[in-house]
Each structure stands twice: as structure tokens, then as C-alpha cells.
């Protein structure tokens, strides 16, 4: 198997930047002023919204904030707050109203710009249209299924101040107006959702692309998640059969007045064109000689296309308003040709395990397909590898119109890749070897759900950075949508298990506030009669057939707890309150002496851990995938269901809740009990355990003070025998700082730096930009882990990333929105010459670098405008003679000395 050369040398240290650390990420033109935690506030939900915005350097520590909100110019609604967050209650919010919004320093000090937010269409009694779909094709299979085209057209006698195209689909669409296609920077519409019971709609501002006369809106459907494949299901069609359109196109005035100009019906007409088959997981077959020229503009003969019929799709789904960010390009990547093979295809090397597809622009063979193949790895040959895709081919096929050129991409499939495989490009020599013409232009383009950076990590240590690059990379490349465990297979499932480990890190690198609190709608929305939470989100069988298992389920009440902890979204947790306290009481009522051993699902544990001893088998029942979970289940399990209850009482608490907080904190204290009486013997040895057993339980908070100290040796001594982490999913994110806040720092940098196999920096020395699935999943002898499952873009294991931030930086944003101030606590070692990062906190913008000079640290602090920071000096070191400084807003610059004793 191909893989980088195995001689990588010791990486010198890199030189200190010049620059400051908030120069780490680009300055900021605005005070990101949000409404619903949406960058573009266009058709939001109309319920209680959050509002969120960075201060002004102008404000002062301590200073409140007044919001107001205008309607036409009139005040609508005020509220006095402490924090840069408040919420616009639900009845300010109006069907299709337009409000602006402003902020204000409450001693006027400082004024925001003017943001404005706009909501969606409330429920049910707004649709006036019904579902329509094309007629359906008898003879359809999944290589011959037409995509359906839609379009209709309408006479305006004149263009409205402002129109509103409201859509939906079950399926996926694209929408043109006018020949304009609308959809260019929103794919993949209306999104993946449990349909049978919501589908969001989207909402387009589309009064620039309207005229005088005759106007046509046109609409191209696939079957997307709805109608394709998804999940490990070996059939198509899991929602339905027939993708389907809901639209309507409105004048509107800001207070709220709505005319429909534009409806579906089945006046619409029907035909096909280029899409003659499209799957989100086997790729798309175009055939651009039957596209129908001019389809999209008005005037095009459609009288040989069917009518277009109307549906009630069965179970009917509420639609609401899209409370996310859309899936829109992010970058798009030039190709690296690896080689020309001889009589066969020519392979490109995009340099980055990305989501997306391949773009090609060529000229054609004549009566020639042309075929991209995409994978994450190349064979010993050059070609791709494609054995751990299983049932996703993650192929495109295109027959051009013509023998010019031109430019092949899908419209509506996504693959998770690294390298394009081609096969039918001509060749500068028709008969001999292949040899690529100079004007070929082989592109990747590049998706993302999570447009807006907001931290990064930098260390003395190249390795180091390119495995932090591999965690954003492969958080952005997983969260489209739901947050899925991996983009390349036939699997692309919303696993809570490796959702809730990973997000505590990915609110380091990306705002993930909006993405977080549509998934945890989704969850809410398929919780079980009983209060069970399944393990994956939508839950394709056989997901819905049993409990989450401990672990994955509770990563329910971990993504709520991240909204609510980092970001100050109580709207949503008090939207879902429900449904985390159903789900808390379903593990209670099935364990009621506290410890987790029924309704526990597959019971999955410490998955994807390593064993502590040679010879330890591999996970029961699922041996094909060659993963093992070495931890006690019952033990595992036990403690999820403690920190759980301890989140939710959090979770009470800052929703008004208070008994119920009080009665949460009760049965945890039970909970921990009963943990520490059926599993924890003198000196607090654990039967059974593994490194995970210990740093989880330190991470969650069963073991504190010097019983954590205690419970840390214990980890310390079990690395140290095995020498090297063996934690699985449920280990990763505690193993380091129980480790490095708990007396064993050296050797919490000695595992973060190993670049030996298993190591977190053995996968960047192989050249890896994302992170793996398995620690083993491409062995030093390059052969690799079983194909049948071995992602080499998955996000658990990069769940060590929080660990960079709040240990190695020291930066820690939990809890920081609500006590309007930073905690920063780094950890310094010498294994480092210098470490630093930079977030785009909810407070503003915070910072933290050192450099070391043996017994001198040179330490840099930014604090952001409004706030304040404690400073706490690392063991061992001091600043003059504090161990603990407390610091304003802005930029701060001290020296830490070696304390002598």
C-alpha cells in the first residue's frame, strides 16, 4: 500500500512567529452578529432565537448590553443583558418579518453595525401548495432513473419590493429562476432530516433575478438520502421511493403580508435530461447529448413534457424552516497527476482527504465515457484503492456532448476522497502509451457545512500542526449534514458515540453551534416510546431496532451540553429538555441500582481501543471489522450514565429548572456510588481496567482531588508498562489531560509527540490529513487493517484535539460565555520549543503562546474586549511570585520563571 516513506526524519523546531498570536486567524471586519447562530439569517425557524455578537474593544469589564430590535423602523423589542448573548423571544418572531437588530454597550461606549433576520414559514397553515413529483418511471433501476426536471412558468406584471421562494423536497433539488440557478451556494437542499417526520425548507431572497413579463422557475430532483441508498442497507428507497417538490414563491412586506404568486400544481411540467442516474453513495451517471437546452429560461417549449402529478407523501412530514448553516463549496483543489498508466487511466493526487467530487474539463473522445473513480489510498500500482469503500462505488460516469471541451462534473453526489481515478481522456499518442494532454484540468471540488474557522493551533512541532490540520479537516469533512462517522463508505451514519467525543474539540477549530443544534433536533425527533436513544441519527436499519448502546446514546446529552456550555444556546436545550430528560429516566427506570448493564443496545464501550495485554480478542460479534473494545462494559457504561445525569442537572440549572437540577444531582451522587462500590477496590484499583477505565473516570469527574491524583498513577503506570495509549473512542479525549493535570505531563507529551505506531503524530508522519479510523489502520510494513472497515476519515480519535487547546495552550472557553472569563492553564514542557492558539471564543477572541527558554517561559495572553482571564501559572514555574494573575482585556505579555525549592 502506498504511504509516505517511513524515514521521516526529526523535525527541527520551526521558528517563532513574528506575529502576535491573534494574528493566528484574520482579523475581523464586523462583530459577527448572529441570529440563530446562522452566518446568512434568511428564513430562520420562527420560535426563540438566540442572538450572539463579539464585543467592541470599546467595552469595558463588567459592562452590560442593550439589544434592540425594529421593525420598519420601529421598535419592536429591548433586552438588558450581562453577556454578548440574549434571546429574541418566539412571539417577536412573525412569519416572513423582517427585523434588524442592533447592539449597544449599556454605558454607550460602543455600537454594533445593523444585522437583520428574517424567518421562515411557521407550520402546515402557511403551505398553500401541494406536493407534486414526476410521474413515475416503470422500467426505472438504479443505473437507468432519469433524474426528474420541473418547471413552470408565470407572467408578472410587475416585480414585487421583495420575493420569497420558499422550497422543500424529499430529496434533494436545484432551483433556477430565470436561467440563475439559486441553489449555487446552497447543495444538497433540503438536507438529510428523519423525513416521515420534518423536512426543512430553505428560503431565497429572489426579487433581483424577477422581471416584468414571463419568468419561469425550474427544479431538477434526485433522490438524494430520501429515494438512494444510505447507511449499511443493500436496497435503495429507505423514506421513499419517488423524490417529491413543495414550492411557493411570495411577495412579502416586512411586517409580515404575504401574496403567492407561484405554487406547486400540477400545471408544472415534467421531463428528464443529462442525470440519468445519481445515488449519494454509488456516484452519478450524465449524459450531457439529452440535456434540454434553455430549460431553465423562459420560453422553452416544454409541451412535450408531462404533466407533473400531486402527492401526499406517506408518513407526511412537518417541514420547518432550515435552522443550519447550508453545505456550500469551500475551496476548490487542483489536481497532481501521480501517473499516466500505459494502456489505462491517469490518476490524481488532490493532496487532501476531502468531501466533494471530481471537476474535469477535457476535450472528449468521440462515443467514449469517461469514468472518475475516487478513493483515499493508492495501491502499490498507483491506482485507487477502493476495497474500504464496501458498497459505495464512488463512481461518476459522463458521455460529452460532443468532441469540444468541456466540463464533466456530478450535480448531485458526494464522495469522500484524496485521489480521482480516470479512465476515457484522450491521449497525445492515440496508440501507444498514455500521455495526458497539456490542457486537461483536473479539479476537486471541496464541501463544507462549517464555513467560518474560528481557531488554530500552532507548535514548534510540523508533525504536530499537520495532525491538528487533520482534525479540522476531518470534522469539517464529517459534519455535513449529520455527523457522520466517516464520508468515503457505505456507512456515512450520524454516530453519537463518535459525535459527542469529538465535539468538545470541534468547537475549538469550526463554529459548530448551528450544525449542533439541528442534530440535536434530529435526535429529539427519533427517540424511542420509552425514552431510548438510538446509536446513530437518522437511525437506518438495523439502527432502529434496539437502545443506543452506553457511550453513543448519551452523546445526546453531550452535544446539548456543548451548545449550551460554549455557545449560551438555551433555546435549543430548553427546546430539547424533554427529550435528554426522557432519555435519562429510560437508563434509570432499565438500571435502577445505578449501574448501566440493561437496555445497553450492541454495547460498543471503549470501541476501536487497543489491547493491554497480547492475545485479547476482538469485539464480540463483530469480528469483521477487526476492532476490539477491551474496557468492562458494565464499568464503561456506569460512567456514562453518571456524567449524563451531571450534564442534564447542568443543563436544569441554566434553564430555570432548579428542583430538577437538584433531584439529577441526587441520582448522580447514587450513580458514582454505586460505581465506586461495585467496581473500585483499596487504593482505588479497578479489576479489569484499562487506560480508558481510569481516564474516563477522571474526565468525568468520578475520581477528584487526591483520588484523581491517585487514579492518574494508576494511568500513568499502565502506559507506561504498555508504552504506548491504548484508548479507544471513549478514552481519547481524557487520556492526556489526566495525564498532564494530574503530575504525569512529561509523559502525557511523550504519548501526544510519539510518532510511532500507535501514536497520534504516527498517522502524520504517514502522511495522513485526516485522522484514521483505526490506530493501525496503515501498518509501518504498509499493509493495512481490514478492508472492511478502515476509514482513513474519522473523527474519534482526533477527539485528543481539545487537549491542544486547553492543555498544551491552555485555553479553555467551557463555562467561560456564562462567568464572562477565561481560565488559561497551560501545561509547558521543553519537548516543545514553543505551542500556541488562537479561538474566536463567544466572549471575542482569546489567545494563548509560550515560548521556551529552559528556566524561562516567555508567555503571551489575549483576552477579549468585555472579559477577563485567570492565568494560572504551571506547576513548577512562577510569575514574580504569583502562582495565579488575574488579567484585563487585551494583549498581555509576561515571563514565567522555574520555581527553585
Known amino acids: 500500500m502506498k504511504q509516505v516513506p517511513a524515514e521521516v526524519a526529526t523535525l527541527a523546531p520551526l521558528a517563532v512567529p513574528a506575529t502576535e498570536v491573534r494574528a493566528g486567524l484574520p482579523a475581523r471586519e464586523d462583530h459577527r452578529l448572529r441570529a440563530g447562530f446562522r452566518r446568512h439569517a434568511l428564513g430562520l425557524p420562527v420560535r426563540a432565537t438566540t442572538l450572539t455578537w463579539e464585543p467592541g474593544a470599546a467595552v469595558a469589564p463588567g459592562t452590560g448590553f442593550v439589544v434592540e430590535a425594529t421593525l420598519a423602523g420601529e421598535q419592536v423589542w429591548r433586552s438588558a443583558v450581562d453577556r454578548p448573548v440574549a434571546a429574541l423571544p418566539a412571539e417577536v418572531a412573525a412569519t416572513a418579518r423582517r427585523l434588524e437588530w442592533r447592539v449597544r454597550s449599556a454605558d454607550d461606549a460602543w455600537t454594533s453595525e445593523t444585522a437583520a433576520v428574517e424567518f421562515g414559514l411557521a407550520g402546515s397553515a402557511q403551505w398553500q401548495a401541494p406536493w407534486i413529483a414526476a410521474p413515475v418511471n416503470p422500467f426505472a433501476r438504479e443505473t437507468d432513473d432519469p433524474a426528474p426536471y420541473l418547471r413552470r412558468e408565470i407572467e408578472l406584471a410587475e416585480v414585487p419590493e421583495a420575493a420569497r421562494l420558499y422550497v422543500t423536497a424529499l430529496g434533494i433539488y436545484r432551483i433556477w429562476v430565470n436561467g440563475v440557478e439559486i441553489t449555487a451556494d446552497d447543495l444538497l437542499r433540503p438536507g438529510w432530516t428523519e423525513y416521515g417526520v420534518r423536512v426543512h425548507h430553505q428560503t431565497f431572497a429572489v426579487e433581483a433575478r424577477l422581471r416584468p413579463g414571463r419568468n419561469v422557475v425550474a427544479v431538477a430532483l434526485a433522490k438524494g438520502w430520501y429515494a438512494g441508498r444510505v447507511g449499511l442497507l443493500r436496497v435503495p428507497g429507505l423514506y421513499g421511493e419517488r423524490p417529491a417538490l413543495r414550492l411557493q414563491l411570495e411577495s412579502t412586506t416586512p411586517a409580515g403580508e404575504r401574496t403567492l404568486l407561484l405554487g406547486t400544481s400540477q400545471e408544472w411540467r415534467a421531463g428528464t435530461g443529462a442525470v440519468r442516474a445519481t445515488d449519494m453513495l454509488r456516484g452519478e451517471i450524465l449524459d450531457l447529448r439529452r440535456e434540454p437546452h434553455g430549460w431553465t429560461d ?226 429529539a425527533d427519533t427517540q424511542g416510546p420509552d425514552g431510548e436513544i438510538r446509536s446513530y441519527v437518522s437511525p437506518v436499519p438495523p439502527g432502529d431496532r434496539r437502545p443506543g448502546a452506553p457511550g453513543w446514546a448519551d452523546g445526546f446529552v453531550r452535544m446539548a451540553h456543548v451548545l449550551a456550555d460554549t455557545y449560551g444556546d438555551l433555546t435549543t436545550v430548553d427546546r430539547v429538555f424533554g427529550a435528554l430528560e426522557r432519555f435519562c429516566d429510560h437508563v434509570d427506570r432499565h438500571n435502577p441500582d445505578g449501574l448501566r448493564v440493561n437496555e445497553v443496545g450492541a454495547d460498543f464501550a471503549d470501541w476501536l481501543s487497543l489491547p493491554e495485554k497480547d492475545g485479547e480478542p476482538l469485539h464480540p460479534g463483530y469480528a469483521w471489522t477487526g476492532a476490539r473494545s477491551t474496557a468492562p462494559r458494565p464499568i464503561v457504561g456506569t460512567a456514562h450514565t453518571y456524567r449524563s445525569l451531571r450534564q442534564l442537572a447542568e443543563l436544569a440549572r441554566w434553564t430555570g429548572r432548579d428542583a430538577e437540577g437538584r433531584r439529577l444531582d441526587d441520582r448522580a451522587e447514587e450513580v458514582r456510588a454505586a460505581y465506586r462500590t461495585a467496581f473500585v477496590h483499596d487504593s482505588l484499583e479497578i479489576p479489569g481496567a484499562t487506560q480508558t477505565v481510569y481516564a474516563q473516570a477522571i474526565g468525568f469527574g468520578i475520581f477528584e482531588g487526591e483520588d484523581a491524583v491517585v487514579a492518574a498513577d494508576r494511568l500513568a503506570a499502565m502506559v507506561q508498562a504498555r508504552g504506548h495509549v491504548t484508548t479507544g473512542i471513549h478514552g481519547v479525549q481524557h487520556v492526556l489531560p489526566a495525564l498532564m493535570r494530574h503530575g504525569h505531563a512529561e509523559l502525557g507529551y511523550e504519548m501526544l509527540l510519539r510518532e510511532e505506531m500507535p501514536g497520534w503524530l504516527y498517522m502524520a508522519a504517514r502522511g495522513a490529513t485526516t485522522v484514521w479510523e483505526k490506530w493501525d489502520g496503515l501498518r509501518p510494513d504498509a499493509t493495512l487493517s481490514t478492508a472492511q472497515m478502515n476509514s482513513f476519515n474519522h473523527c474519534a480519535l482526533g477527539a485528543v484535539g481539545a487537549a491542544l487547546f486547553e492543555e ?31 479561538h474566536d471564543s463567544a466572549l471575542g477572541r482569546i489567545g494563548s503562546r509560550w515560548v521556551h527558554h529552559g528556566d524561562r517561559v516567555d508567555q503571551e495572553i489575549v483576552v477579549p474586549a468585555g472579559g477577563s482571564a485567570t492565568f494560572v501559572v504551571p506547576d513548577g514555574w512562577r510569575v514574580g511570585d504569583a502562582g495565579t494573575l488575574e488579567l484585563a482585556a487585551g494583549t498581555h505579555r509576561l515571563v514565567a520563571t522555574r520555581s527553585r525549592t
Not at 469540444?404 to 484524496?418: A, D
Open 808 to 838: 498544551v495552550a491552555g485555553i479553555g472557553v467551557g463555562g467561560a460565555l456564562r462567568a464572562g472569563r477565561v481560565d488559561v492553564r497551560p501545561v509547558y514542557s521543553e519537548r516543545l520549543g514553543w505551542a500556541g492558539a488562537v
Open 298 to 523: 423562459p420560453g422553452y417549449d416544454d409541451a412535450g413534457w408531462a404533466a407533473a402529478e400531486t402527492i401526499t407523501p406517506d408518513p407526511f412530514p412537518e417541514i420547518t424552516p432550515q435552522p443550519h448553516d447550508t453545505v456550500s463549496v469551500l475551496e476548490v483543489r487542483t489536481g497532481e497527476l501521480v501517473r499516466e498508466h500505459g494502456r489505462g487511466p491517469v490518476v490524481f493526487d488532490f493532496g487532501q482527504n476531502l468531501v466533494g467530487w471530481t471537476r474535469v474539463t477535457s476535450a472528449l473522445l468521440p462515443r467514449t465515457e469517461v469514468v472518475v473513480r475516487h478513493g483515499e489510498m493508492l495501491t502499490p500500482e498507483d491506482l485507487v484503492y477502493r476495497d474500504n469503500l464496501r458498497g459505495a462505488f464512488a463512481e461518476d460516469r459522463f458521455a460529452g456532448d460532443g468532441e469540444g471541451r468541456q466540463t464533466l462534473e456530478p450535480r448531485f453526489t458526494v464522495h469522500g476522497f484524496r485521489y480521482a481515478e480516470i479512465w476515457g481522456l484522450p491521449s497525445t499518442d492515440a496508440y501507444g502509451n498514455y500521455a495526458l494532454p497539456d490542457d486537461v484540468e483536473v479539479e476537486a471540488v471541496t464541501l463544507t457545512a462549517l464555513p467560518e474557522e474560528v481557531g488554530r493551533f500552532e507548535s514548534s512541532n510540523a508533525l504536530l500542526n499537520s495532525f491538528a490540520s487533520a482534525i479540522e479537516w476531518t470534522v469539517r469533512d464529517n459534519f455535513i449534514e449529520v455527523p457522520t462517522d466517516c464520508p468515503q463508505r457505505d456507512e456515512r451514519l450520524g454516530w453519537l458515540g463518535d459525535a459527542g467525543v469529538i465535539a468538545p474539540t470541534a468547537r475549538y477549530f469550526l463554529d459548530v453551534a448551528s450544525f449542533l443544534g439541528k442534530f440535536v433536533q434530529d435526535i
